[in-house]
């Protein structure tokens, strides 16, 4: 609460600073939005490229430069480089735009490249955990794999090995295997796997990972594109998925 009170004291100084006018929903015009291109292949011209959206802030647009979100003002003279709260419904509106980050990355990889647990029925809801095979709280979580399930919960995993080259080559031998599923049930039981190599997606999970800033697992991912770090009980997390629908 003291981020949020902080973030916010931040934005309403430079909006003030600024003389941006009433908070309000303004919606950007073209030439607003062909100024601030301009401006930015002047001041920063890495993100002269970037996609400019309207903020709920008059003269305040979001600019998103590759996985960074930064608030600029038209002219790109001010920036305001931080989270943007809503006070009123207490929403993180910059955590918003990096769940369409992250949802846009894993679409890129691809659940073809995931290790993917369905259920039986109706899929209500898609979580992607990034998990290690020796991560203690990993194997507190797949053993809950069967919760989510029950609940319609599709349960994705990619493959992030932070405890090193053991790590690194059960994870393959999974990978590799007849029967994935099984092989990460017995990996995740403390139990051998047999050792396998083929071509496998565990460098571009450790790239995504790296990508998305991920430091520690398990994560877990919501289908909203929204990051749970460190472990969270099922019952918890599908509670948060049902009351988002």
Not at 80 to 89: E, P
Not at 175 to 180: E, L, S, V
């Amino acid at each position: 609460m003291k981020y949020i009170i902080k973030s916010a004291l931040v934005l309403l100084t430079l909006i003030s600073a600024l003389a941006l006018g009433p908070i309000s929903t303004v919606h950007a015009n073209n030439a607003d939005i062909k100024e601030l291109k301009a401006a930015l292949s002047k001041r920063l011209p890495k993100a002269e490229n970037a996609t400019i959206k309207v903020t709920p802030v008059e003269g305040l647009y979001e600019v998103l430069a590759g996985n960074q979100i930064m608030y600029m003002t038209k002219d790109a003279r001010y920036i305001f480089d931080g989270d943007l709260y809503d006070m009123q419904t207490r929403n993180n509106m910059t955590e918003d735009a990096r769940g369409v980050i992250r949802t846009g990355a894993l679409n890129d990889l691809g659940e073809k490249n995931m290790l993917v647990y369905m259920p039986k029925g109706k899929v209500k809801h898609t979580i992607t955990v990034f998990t290690d095979i020796y991560c203690p709280y990993c194997r507190k979580l797949h053993d809950e794999v069967g919760d989510y399930l029950e609940n319609g919960v599709k349960v994705r995993y990619i493959f992030v090995p932070f405890k090193g080259a053991k790590s690194v080559k059960t994870s393959v031998s999974v990978w590799c295997a007849d029967d994935k599923n099984k092989a990460m049930d017995l990996a995740k039981s403390g139990q051998s796997v047999e050792d396998k190599t083929c071509d496998n997606p565990i460098s571009k999970h450790q790239a995504l990972a790296t990508e998305l800033g991920i430091r520690g697992t398990p994560a877990i991912m919501l289908d909203s594109g929204k990051l749970l770090p460190g472990y969270v009980p099922s019952n918890n997390v599908i509670l948060q998925l049902n009351t988002a629908m």
